[in-house]
């Protein structure tokens, strides 16, 4: 394997809202592809892969190579609303990250699981 080191600028600004549109559709094309293919784990294995999601999101036509593209690409499968695959994505940057305990709530009925805590 190798491994090595990766200088990734930061930019400033947001996408431009076509090329958005267009990275939450294709999103959900190719990921619904995945998972009908290979299974939904297989799917949740590709995206933990740094190699892997900077490669999906150049697919997804993310083709700045910087220090928003996780973001970008994860926020277009958040709008992609993946639910009826078994995935979500929750959470994002600034005030958006604090609505993530309401977003886990929301999910607890469509996941099948309890989000109240257990007494150990």
Same mark, same amino acid.
């Given at each position: 394997?190798?491994?090595?080191?990766?200088? =990734?600028?930061?930019?400033? &600004?947001? $996408?431009?809202?076509?090329?958005? %549109?267009?990275?939450?559709? =294709? &999103?959900?094309?190719? +990921? /619904?592809?995945? $998972? =009908? /293919?290979? &299974?939904? %784990?297989? *799917?949740?294995?590709?995206?933990?892969?740094?190699?892997?999601?900077?490669?999906?999101?150049? $697919?997804?036509?993310? %083709?700045?190579?910087?220090?928003?593209?996780?973001? $970008? +690409?994860?926020?277009?499968?958040? /709008?992609?609303?993946? /639910?009826?695959?078994?995935?979500?994505?929750?959470?994002?940057? &600034?005030?958006?990250?604090?609505? +993530?305990?309401?977003?886990?709530? !929301?999910?607890?009925?469509? *996941?099948?699981?309890? +989000?109240?805590?257990?007494? !150990?």
């Amino acid at each position: 394997m190798r491994t090595g080191i990766a200088d =990734l600028p930061l930019h400033w &600004g947001s $996408v431009p809202k076509w090329l958005f %549109d267009r990275m939450v559709e =294709l &999103g959900r094309s190719i +990921t /619904e592809i995945i $998972v =009908l /293919e290979f &299974g939904r %784990d297989e *799917f949740l294995r590709k995206m933990s892969d740094p190699l892997w999601l900077q490669a999906f999101a150049c $697919v997804l036509g993310f %083709d700045f190579h910087s220090s928003g593209c996780t973001s $970008v +690409t994860l926020g277009a499968l958040k /709008e992609a609303k993946l /639910e009826e695959y078994g995935i979500a994505v929750l959470g994002g940057k &600034g005030r958006t990250s604090r609505k +993530t305990p309401a977003e886990i709530e !929301n999910l607890a009925d469509t *996941f099948s699981f309890s +989000t109240k805590r257990s007494k !150990n």
